[in-house]
């Protein structure tokens, strides 16, 4: 097809050097589509040059403490996908004996791998002719095309796939979803894409109806959810405060954070304090509590706001299982921990 034979000698003149379009080796491949998946290339290169240096192969990956690739993935947010990372990586070691899946049915089988990442695995490493369709395709597809179907939507999701089917090269599936994905993340962007210098410019109906602005088109989500978040950053004589890992299946999973406590809208520093005396770290015991930003930082997740405080407790009760205040950075945090971390001044 002329749309397909196109894009891909578009590709090979106008593709970014990028560390893993030199390998077909699957384990890079997988690794650096888990970390763009929700992340800019931008973003998301520098980690995965930290995590091949390292963990430089799947077995490396295995053997790691959950924590130390959580305290790499710091930062790239959506921590499921570290968890994943990882438990991905064991099941190749210990059940497939360090050999990655080689087609697209059983690359499903690894947890966090969805159709989108089978897709871009079993093309790059093993030419299968199985489409990817990412946020990039299908953008491309439903301007090129005028296709108006919600992308959010089931019937959207099945017909953007059977059409980046049809479309794909059969006898080169590798290039064509690169140069797709390549087309929709550098030529066709989300915001002022550069129509008036695109190959396609006479063929693209969303450009000859003058709606590139409006497609693709996605049903509205639910409401953003507002959380009010207090952390409790303990302080004692012996320079320790307290930290404590999430658990359960919210945000946050297994990383750690200050005692935290929740309340169902932002609260004056009066009550704020009464809630404090029911900590059972400070219960009956004296200390001084300090408000550290007077103003909420919103911290802004998919779903979910959370405007968070923070209050510095200070007692001179020592701490039980205390976290010296020097060591408080080897810990797996989320970058809004991370950045309180960063900006107070710990003795």
Not at 29 to 45: D, F, H, N, Y
Not at 194 to 201: D, V
Not at 284 to 304: C, G, M, P, R
Not at 320 to 342: C, D, H, K, W
């Amino acid at each position: 097809m002329i749309f397909s034979k196109t894009l891909i000698n578009w590709y090979s003149n106008n593709k970014r050097n990028l560390p893993w379009r030199t390998t077909t080796n699957p384990y890079y491949i997988w690794l650096s589509e888990i970390i763009l998946q929700q992340t800019q290339v931008a973003q998301g290169l520098p980690y995965y040059r930290a995590f091949v240096n390292e963990f430089p192969t799947i077995f490396d990956l295995a053997k790691a403490d959950e924590s130390k690739v959580l305290k790499l993935w710091q930062g790239l947010g959506y921590y499921s996908r570290a968890r994943n990372l990882h438990a991905a990586a064991k099941y190749v070691v210990d059940e497939l004996e360090g050999v990655f899946p080689n087609n697209h049915k059983a690359l499903l089988k690894l947890k966090g791998v969805g159709d989108y990442t089978a897709s871009a695995i079993a093309s790059i490493c093993f030419n299968e002719p199985t489409a990817v369709v990412d946020g990039n395709v299908y953008r491309v597809l439903s301007r090129y095309f005028g296709i108006d179907t919600p992308i959010n939507s089931t019937k959207g999701a099945k017909e953007f796939k059977a059409l980046a089917q049809e479309l794909i090269d059969k006898e080169r599936p590798n290039v064509f979803n690169q140069a797709i994905m390549e087309f929709g993340a550098t030529q066709c962007k989300p915001q002022s894409p550069n129509c008036f210098e695109c190959l396609f410019q006479d063929s693209c109906v969303a450009f000859q109806k003058n709606a590139v602005t409006n497609l693709p088109v996605k049903i509205k989500t639910a409401k953003v959810k507002k959380r009010y978040f207090n952390f409790l950053v303990f302080l004692d004589g012996n320079h320790k405060t307290v930290l404590e890992k999430r658990k359960g299946k919210g945000i946050w999973q297994n990383l750690y954070q200050f005692p935290l406590i929740e309340t169902p809208h932002e609260t004056t520093e009066k009550t704020f304090g009464l809630l404090a005396k029911e900590h059972p770290l400070v219960k009956d015991v004296d200390f001084e509590l300090l408000l550290y930003n007077s103003e909420a930082i919103v911290h802004k997740l998919s779903h979910q706001h959370l405007y968070t405080r923070f209050w510095i407790v200070k007692t001179d009760v020592s701490l039980p299982n205390g976290v010296p205040t020097s060591q408080i950075r080897n810990y797996a945090v989320p970058v809004l921990i991370g950045n309180f971390i960063e900006a107070f001044n710990f003795q």
